[in-house]
């Protein structure tokens, strides 16, 4: 728990942070901060929701990233809710603005059949159905050195960049 949620907690506010319906969701995605800080980086903005607004509020900043950066480390079958955002990356992202993140020890296995199950299942208005060539990029982080951060960091600026610089797309 952060301190600002430790204050929201003790003034009895922190139920103030969650979202909890569908008119919601929007608002609090169009309240995100998307402005660079003096030094050019982003700020975190966290969107606590409640279990029934969750898998709606994930799809829209999935849909409006630039790059999507998909933390599979520590990945389990039993992990419901990360299967459920696979699936849902497959449908609203292309998989060319997907990096996904392993770490040193996980069942690339089970990884690797999540995937493929979650591509097999992508619904036809998905953008990767346009795809000629669609290949996801994957990064392992083994250690966390200075060297595999720079590894990790240079494509998701690349991705973002090229996001930045091109038109916005037309609605389908």
Request: net charge negative; aromatic share 6%; hydrophobic share 40%.
């Amino acid at each position: 728990i952060e301190p600002d949620e430790f204050f929201a907690f003790m003034r009895g506010q922190l139920a103030d942070r969650f979202v909890r319906t569908a008119p919601e969701v929007t608002a609090a995605v169009d309240r995100l901060d998307r402005e660079r800080d003096p030094d050019g980086r982003f700020r975190v903005t966290e969107l606590c929701c409640a279990e029934d607004t969750w898998r709606e509020t994930v799809q829209v900043p999935m849909a409006q990233a630039g790059v999507v950066l998909l933390d599979l480390r520590e990945y389990k079958e039993s992990h419901v809710g990360t299967r459920y955002e696979i699936y849902q990356l497959m449908n609203v992202v292309s998989v060319d603005r997907v990096i996904v993140l392993l770490g040193s020890a996980e069942d690339t296995d089970a990884i690797s059949t999540e995937l493929y199950q979650g591509w097999a299942a992508m619904v036809e208005s998905s953008p990767n159905r346009r795809l000629v060539h669609p290949e996801l990029q994957l990064c392992r982080m083994r250690s966390g050195s200075a060297a595999e951060v720079k590894r990790l960091f240079l494509p998701i600026h690349a991705h973002a960049m090229n996001a930045s610089a091109a038109p916005p797309a037309a609605a389908p």
